[in-house]
């Protein structure tokens, strides 16, 4: 029996909420013990990007500690139990709610899997044990689900939500197996009264109990999901385009490849070497995380700094 996390960002027993329990009654029915959280209804502070769980990590001085005292560590707890996440949130503004963010930001460098794993494999090194290693759930496989819902009539008005989305799966190394938005919303007064929606719930469920069923690491972690995007990684298909060249850039993944038009219709290529390196696999993980060490970690000190700020100190705020 495998343990499948839902996390809402969604108002209380509105679309998201719903849909998201939908998923787990199925889930619950072929075995797996499920779990159901609200972050909106905890305590969860923003994040000050003051760094101090990077430091301590990379310093070995805590596993990436926060210094918020908040409910954050039962958001964390769950996560780490869980062999499935599927996160669900609104579409405000074209992405997700605000508090989702704060979310993202929080499961940021302080739950990285290449910062912990690095973490551990040093401190072994050095004789330590127990308490002084990374949470061992921390190097789990997981899958993950992602569903956005708008009320927008038209998808172009969501377009950035599972883009943005995929931002809470990214640190921890969850393998994103299916992505669904469902757009329109403001046309039923429930999604209890659209069957098309309910029924692609019952299809995300069933691409999550295939998952955990699954004989090998390569079927596990297999996309699922009802489109295949031009990108081969993270299937979605959001690029930033170069100007005048031939070259794009997935902005999830942060990999290049090229856009071709053969028979006049466009043709999109990673290289190998690049989908290896993409941010939702360990190796681009490791490429960030091996920029903070040997970056912001040794960054140049500004001389006369506390003088140099002094013209700024409370300018425009009267």
Request: charged share 30%; glycine share 8%; aromatic share 6%.
């Amino acid at each position: 029996m495998s343990k499948v996390l839902a996390l809402s960002f969604g108002r209380k027993m509105s679309n998201t909420d719903v849909m998201l329990k939908e998923v787990l009654l199925k889930c619950q029915e072929a075995g797996h013990e499920i779990k159901f959280m609200r972050p909106d209804d905890m305590d969860i502070k923003p994040c000050t990007g003051c760094t101090a769980c990077v430091v301590g990590i990379m310093s070995g001085r805590s596993n990436g500690t926060c210094i918020h005292k908040d409910d954050f560590h039962l958001l964390e707890d769950a996560f780490y139990d869980a062999d499935a996440v599927i996160v669900g949130a609104p579409v405000y503004e074209t992405s997700p709610s605000g508090t989702f963010k704060t979310f993202c930001d929080r499961m940021g460098p302080s739950h990285d899997l290449s910062f912990l794993t690095e973490a551990k494999k040093e401190r072994i090194a050095q004789g330590k044990s127990g308490d002084e290693l990374p949470d061992e759930r921390v190097f789990k496989p997981r899958v993950g689900c992602l569903l956005g819902v708008g009320g927008a009539m038209t998808e172009n008005w969501t377009i950035m939500t599972i883009p943005v989305m995929y931002e809470c799966m990214m640190s921890t190394g969850v393998d994103v197996i299916d992505t669904h938005v469902y757009y329109g919303a403001m046309a039923t007064e429930h999604v209890l009264g659209v069957e098309s929606e309910m029924n692609r719930m019952d299809e995300m469920a069933q691409h999550i109990i295939d998952a955990l069923s699954a004989d090998s690491d390569e079927k596990r972690r297999a996309w699922r999901g009802e489109e295949e995007g031009a990108c081969p990684v993270c299937h979605q298909s959001i690029f930033k385009v170069h100007q005048g060249e031939h070259r794009v850039e997935c902005t999830i993944c942060g990999i290049d490849g090229t856009v071709e038009f053969e028979d006049g219709k466009p043709v999109y290529r990673f290289s190998d070497k690049e989908q290896a390196r993409s941010r939702m696999l360990y190796a681009g993980k490791l490429e960030h995380r091996n920029e903070i060490a040997h970056g912001a970690m040794t960054q140049k000190k500004v001389e006369n700094l506390k003088a140099l700020k002094e013209k700024y100190i409370g300018v425009g705020e009267n």
